[in-house]
């Protein structure tokens, strides 16, 4: 077990509910830390070159849609794992499917309005917390 970084974003669909406290709270208690944290509104050009990966994906246009609908918390988490660890804490994409006590089983909306989204491997997760952050906004 390594100590890592890895990004997380409070989508629009939990900022609007007011749930960034109680999210904070299940990673908190997950033994993972929040060494960096904002919120901000992304901007159409922002979404659409952090979601480049899906730009051939016909979900694309909706996810920008929905990720500059509202404003979102970006944060950088720190711990043992980090990434695997922050997927477990999320549950499953399609909150239909997640294991009870995840954040997505308790605060999602639907598959797209699933509350956050998590890097999914070591190297994007390097890639995602340097598009929001510089290495001195990281402060754990």
């Known amino acids: 077990m390594s100590n890592e970084c890895t990004l997380s974003i409070i989508k629009p669909d939990a900022t609007r509910r007011n749930l960034t406290g109680a999210i904070n ?5 997950a033994g993972l830390h929040i060494v960096a944290q904002k919120r901000l509104r992304l901007t159409d050009d922002q979404a659409k070159k952090f979601y480049d990966v ?3 994906r016909p979900f694309y246009k909706d996810l920008v849609k929905f990720m500059t609908s509202g404003p ?16 477990k804490v999320m549950g499953a994409t399609n ?3 997640a294991e ?16 956050v989204h998590g890097s999914d491997s070591t190297d994007n997760a390097k890639r995602e917390v340097g598009f929001f952050f510089s290495e001195t906004e990281l402060v754990g």
Request: charged share 35%; proline share 2%.
């Open 25 to 29: 709270k299940k990673i908190e208690d």
């Open 54 to 56: 899906h730009k051939e």
């Open 72 to 87: 979102v918390v970006v944060q950088v988490l720190e711990g043992k794992d980090a990434v695997a660890l922050y997927r």
């Open 95 to 97: 909150p239909a499917n």
């Open 100 to 115: 009870a006590g995840t954040i997505r089983a308790e605060f999602a909306e639907s598959i797209e309005a699933n509350s």
